[in-house]
């Protein structure tokens, strides 16, 4: 429990991160809210990876190369679950409010994130 605990105030910086890189470009007026979020999003990974790296799990024992590719790809598929079920909740029940379907999504995500970090990419070889 005290694993997800911190993995959760990781999550609480990668979001952080993520909106304040978001917003902080969209004020320079360079870029748009696409290209803003894209870099915004890569960027809470490489902070979230290292948070988690160092705070939640530790050294994985893989290359550091290697573990920022398996690091990456179950982020990257979070975030694609976190969208599939957020678009599936709203299309499959028009009177659902977006902030509930977001809720249901994220916990999902979340939940998905942490065992796969826990067990795909943190995971102890011996």
Do not use: Q
């Not at 979020?37 to 705070?55: D, Q, S």
């Amino acid at each position: 429990m005290k694993r997800f605990l911190r993995f959760m105030v990781v999550g609480g910086v990668g979001f952080v991160v993520d909106a304040g890189v978001t917003l902080g470009l969209l004020a320079t007026g360079l870029f748009g809210p696409f290209s803003a979020r894209a870099i915004a999003i890569a960027l809470a990974l490489l902070c979230t990876w290292f948070c988690n790296r160092n705070f939640t799990f530790g050294k994985s024992g893989h290359h550091v190369v290697r573990e920022g590719v398996l690091y990456g790809s179950v982020g990257i598929t979070s975030a694609l679950l976190n969208y599939a079920i957020y678009s599936g909740l709203l299309l499959s029940m028009p009177m659902l409010r977006p902030i509930f379907a977001l809720i249901l999504a994220s916990a999902s995500a979340t939940l998905y994130s942490y065992f796969g970090y826990a067990r795909f990419v943190f995971r102890r070889r011996h």
